[in-house]
């Protein structure tokens, strides 16, 4: 601050200035009663869309006088109730009347920490909504509430070279894309520094937008001539459910009353006769045991006199809702021998450390530190865990492969080479899609009405509600399409990539077992392609290799690219196709396990913090951030597949102790559906949060500046806690009712198909 002070001093004279007069909020309404000139219209008779876009939030990235436009009239001007309103209120003000102050004093005002990003003044949305008013007026009794709205702020001249940039630099979260993209439109991947001041005022109900706008942009001259107001909005606390959300609320209705029914015949039908009979036999052979030897083969008996009670085509589908036996499926930690079990584990903790990562990046767009405090995270060598922590997806593209080449090979080999592809195709389009489409439908239409705050979307997170968009993720190419109106739950891109690759596993599979050398030249022909296209795309963008605080390009040129991201899934390929032929079964010297343990340990930790000094200001060539971004994750895939392949071999050691813990399948099992609903989940806190988030850490060694040599623990790591056993939570509700039932069907469809055969 003081370098700022002596270093432009006329600038910090204007920025102080500006913060004090913007802290007086009530001048909005002290300027409507001085006696201004107005012209007013009727709001019956123009409405908002006659003076704006269809979306009032579009504002242009630099804004300036000259860049405002109007689709109709150039002078738009308040609306006569509004005015009078507004009026009522100076007017109160001025009586020193109790609910006039509230408004003002729930208006926004400057925070500190401005200089280092605190530039959402969002005041009280709560006191606002409290207040109900009934005045009288020239005669006439007038009744309003208070209305919450938003107006931005964009500083202009050397005003604008004093604020922080906020560059969204941290949008690997996606719905980070969001929270930014509402109050400051611009393309998803436009990524340009811009200050924007975002300003809560607590206005009449009979305010538009447009007239929150307008109010405020009349007392900016008189506080600063740079200063230049675009309109926001106001948000609508509780709305009424559309047509869209009772066909939701419909459907979810009968998911459950069949989940219901469908727990009880499972329970009354099912169960409870054979707990009945369970326990008879049980009684009868401690009698039975007093008279006959020790060693009769009363188990034998028992099996033989527990009934079986077979249920028809309707029984089973109704079994497959059963909350009972679903639960019972989903904590079951029984495991086939040649399961490769290591991989629980692995999937479990990857998706933790995706938690980890959205943890720290969602909130950064909301805080009002994180000009300072980001780049204090940088310096410390330990974040390039959580800034490099995308590899934690390459982490399940290698899984994928591995297990679909592993399982895929056995199958082949049982069946002597034979396969039905269509079955091959349909049993994973039914095992991801359903589970991923009710999600959708259900995060899309109703997520709107579960909350409220100074932040809270009045039309959903996504543009449109994904009309335009939902269809593409149905087909997983939702990955290609940059335009937000083409998207739809942004980080299903995952999916899109996933499913692309299991299309094309086919032209490697067949080859490898019928044809290994063919197998393995077509799976390099494909890693060349996709290395060389990465680098290609990299050198020419000239992409530097911080996905964390890069400029964006990086997300829709590679980041989002299935043909810039397989390269971890063909070691997983190659990795399940070495189990498979060696059964999990080969020799390996102590020696070479633990060279191998080393290179993949050091390269790993090359990958997570070879970075250091290129996030700290000593950038990478062109060339080397071109081979990076080529290879890093094809190599991180290899040593996870290290892991995988000496744990499945028996040289895991302890590694191998701890990853293939039974209390990780259940968690396992969870992981598809915990990774599409804890963005939501995270969306939901950070939206309906009122106050602006300071980003603090545990800082160890102890600071020298600290009088006590304490070590604390702070927002993120509670946050992420929460955020890990919320989005688990919410993992155990829908795969009980979405992805377990629809397992079921599959079942249930198939078996009777295979018993008219």
Request: proline fraction near 4%; charge should be positive.
């Amino acid at each position: 601050m003081v370098r700022f002070i002596n270093k432009s001093p006329n600038s910090f004279e204007i920025f102080t200035k500006a913060a004090a007069k913007l802290s007086t909020s009530g001048n909005i309404f002290n300027y409507v009663n001085a006696g201004h000139h107005m012209t007013t219209y009727k709001r019956d008779d123009v409405g908002v869309k006659n003076f704006f876009a269809e979306n009032v939030t579009d504002v242009p990235l630099n804004i300036t006088t000259e860049s405002i436009e109007t689709t109709v009239s150039p002078t738009p001007t308040i609306s006569e109730l509004c005015l009078n309103h507004s009026q009522l209120v100076s007017q109160a003000l001025q009586r020193q009347d109790y609910w006039a102050m509230r408004m003002v004093d729930a208006a926004g005002k400057p925070s500190s920490n401005i200089l280092s990003g605190g530039l959402m003044w969002l005041g009280s949305y709560d006191e606002c909504l409290e207040i109900k008013v009934v005045a009288d007026h020239n005669n006439i009794t007038y009744r309003f509430d208070g209305q919450y709205c938003k107006v931005y702020i964009v500083p202009q001249g050397e005003l604008s070279k004093i604020l922080p940039k906020i560059k969204p630099f941290v949008i690997f979260a996606c719905s980070s894309v969001y929270l930014l993209n509402r109050h400051v439109r611009m393309n998803v991947y436009t990524f340009q520094a811009q200050s924007v001041i975002q300003l809560g005022v607590c206005v009449p109900d009979s305010c538009s937008a447009t007239d929150t706008w307008l109010l405020v942009n009349n007392v900016l001259p008189a506080i600063s001539d740079a200063l230049l107001a675009w309109p926001g909005e106001c948000i609508a606390p509780d709305q009424p459910f559309d047509t869209r959300a009772i066909i939701v609320l419909v459907v979810l209705s009968v998911f459950m009353a069949v989940m219901a029914i469908g727990t009880a015949y499972d329970v009354l039908l099912i169960q409870w006769p054979r707990w009945k009979e369970t326990k008879t036999i049980s009684e009868n052979s401690e009698e039975i045991a007093v008279e006959v030897d020790e060693k009769a083969p009363l188990l034998d008996n028992q099996k033989k006199k527990i009934p079986e009670n077979q249920p028809g085509l309707i029984g089973d589908l109704l079994l497959a809702f059963s909350i009972y036996t679903n639960g019972a499926k989903l904590f079951n930690t029984k495991q086939n021998k040649d399961i490769l079990t290591c991989i629980n584990g692995i999937r479990f903790i990857s998706m933790t450390w995706v938690i980890l990562g959205h943890t720290y990046s969602m909130p950064l767009q909301m805080s009002d530190n994180m000009v300072s405090f980001f780049p204090k995270m940088i310096k410390r060598w330990t974040f390039g865990a959580i800034a490099n922590a995308t590899v934690s997806v390459d982490t399940f593209f290698t899984l994928s492969g591995c297990l679909l080449t592993y399982l895929v090979m056995k199958e082949l080999k049982k069946k002597n080479g034979r396969l039905n592809w269509g079955m091959f195709y349909f049993h994973r389009f039914w095992r991801l899609t359903p589970p991923y489409m009710l999600v959708l439908m259900v995060y899309v239409s109703l997520f709107h009405y579960t909350g409220s705050g100074p932040n809270w979307p009045n039309d959903g997170p996504e543009k449109n509600h994904c009309e335009k968009a939902w269809y593409y993720n149905l087909l997983y190419i939702n990955n290609f399409f940059d335009d937000k109106e083409n998207q739809c739950m942004l980080w299903s891109w995952y999916l899109a990539c996933d499913m692309q690759f299991f299309v094309l596993s086919p032209l490697i599979i067949l080859p490898l077992y019928f044809f290994p050398i063919v197998g393995f030249g077509i799976m390099m022909v494909f890693l060349l392609g996709t290395w060389i296209a990465t680098g290609v795309i990299s050198s020419h963008y000239e992409i530097y290799p911080k996905v964390f605080t890069g400029d964006g390009t990086h997300f829709n040129k590679i980041y989002f690219r299935s043909y810039c991201r397989m390269g971890p899934y063909l070691v997983g390929m190659f990795t399940g196709y070495l189990l498979y032929r060696t059964r999990c079964n080969i020799r390996i010297s102590k020696y070479w396990n633990l060279l191998g343990w080393g290179i993949a340990t050091g390269v790993s930790l090359a990958v997570l913090y070879g970075l250091y000094d290129d996030m700290n200001g000593e950038r990478l060539s062109t060339e080397m951030s071109a081979l990076y971004n080529t290879v890093h994750r094809t190599v991180w895939g290899a040593c996870v597949a290290w892991v995988i392949f000496a744990c499945a071999t028996g040289y895991g050691g302890f590694v191998n102790v701890i990853l293939s813990w039974k209390g990780f399948i259940p968690l396992s099992r969870l992981t598809y559906m915990a990774y599409l609903v804890h963005i939501i989940i995270m969306m939901h806190y950070i939206m309906s949060y009122q106050r602006m988030f300071h980003l603090t850490d545990s800082e160890y060694p102890p600071s020298p500046h600290r009088k006590k040599q304490d070590i604390t623990t702070h927002y993120q790591i509670y946050q992420f806690l929460g955020n890990l056993g919320l989005s688990y939570m919410a993992a155990f509700v829908t795969t009980l009712a979405f992805e377990s039932p629809m397992m079921g069907l599959e079942r249930v469809i198939f078996k009777k198909e295979e018993r008219k055969r």
